[in-house]
């Protein structure tokens, strides 16, 4: 037991250090945090965020890095822009889509980091009706932006 709260400490420190120091800890960290709003656009769209939608992010982040480091710094990375949309701290849900529409508009090339079929097991964590219609209406957003900023 005793182990356990040695690596849970551990691990809180190690995301306290990675969050405070992205940019200096992390390759292409602004990459990360692009793909980290694209997971979290989709599960705010959802009232209630559950662990399962944190596990997927933690699938998709080994299918993405194949290295499980990125992968936990995406699922915590995911984690820190849902609380603060959820908080509304000046980075609501709308505000998560304007920034990633303006993340494209600034670099084009994350256009092909956007991959639906990484976002769309994530609508499977829930059985809202409406909530499903709306992440459904993300993930052609992000259809569309993805095929226009391709080609720039």
């Given at each position: 037991m005793r182990y356990n709260s040695i690596m849970t400490l551990m691990f809180k420190i190690k995301h306290y250090l990675l969050s405070a120091f992205r940019e200096l800890f992390l390759y292409h960290h602004s990459s990360l945090e692009f793909r980290a709003k694209l997971f979290a656009a989709l599960i705010t769209a959802n009232e209630e965020d559950r662990e399962c939608e944190y596990e997927l992010v933690q699938k998709a982040g080994m299918a993405i890095y194949n290295n499980e480091d990125r992968a936990n710094s995406l699922k915590l990375t995911t984690m820190e822009f849902v609380k603060k949309a959820q908080a509304d701290n000046g980075v609501a849900h709308d505000d998560l889509i304007d920034n990633i529409i303006k993340d494209l508009k600034e670099v084009p090339r994350y256009a092909?980091?956007?991959?639906?079929?990484?976002?769309?097991p994530l609508m499977k964590c829930h059985k809202n009706e409406d909530t499903h219609i709306y992440q459904t209406r993300i993930l052609e957003l992000f259809n569309r932006l993805k095929e226009e900023y391709?080609?720039?």
């Amino acid at each position: 037991m005793r182990y356990n709260s040695i690596m849970t400490l551990m691990f809180k420190i190690k995301h306290y250090l990675l969050s405070a120091f992205r940019e200096l800890f992390l390759y292409h960290h602004s990459s990360l945090e692009f793909r980290a709003k694209l997971f979290a656009a989709l599960i705010t769209a959802n009232e209630e965020d559950r662990e399962c939608e944190y596990e997927l992010v933690q699938k998709a982040g080994m299918a993405i890095y194949n290295n499980e480091d990125r992968a936990n710094s995406l699922k915590l990375t995911t984690m820190e822009f849902v609380k603060k949309a959820q908080a509304d701290n000046g980075v609501a849900h709308d505000d998560l889509i304007d920034n990633i529409i303006k993340d494209l508009k600034e670099v084009p090339r994350y256009a092909k980091k956007i991959d639906t079929s990484l976002l769309e097991p994530l609508m499977k964590c829930h059985k809202n009706e409406d909530t499903h219609i709306y992440q459904t209406r993300i993930l052609e957003l992000f259809n569309r932006l993805k095929e226009e900023y391709s080609s720039k």
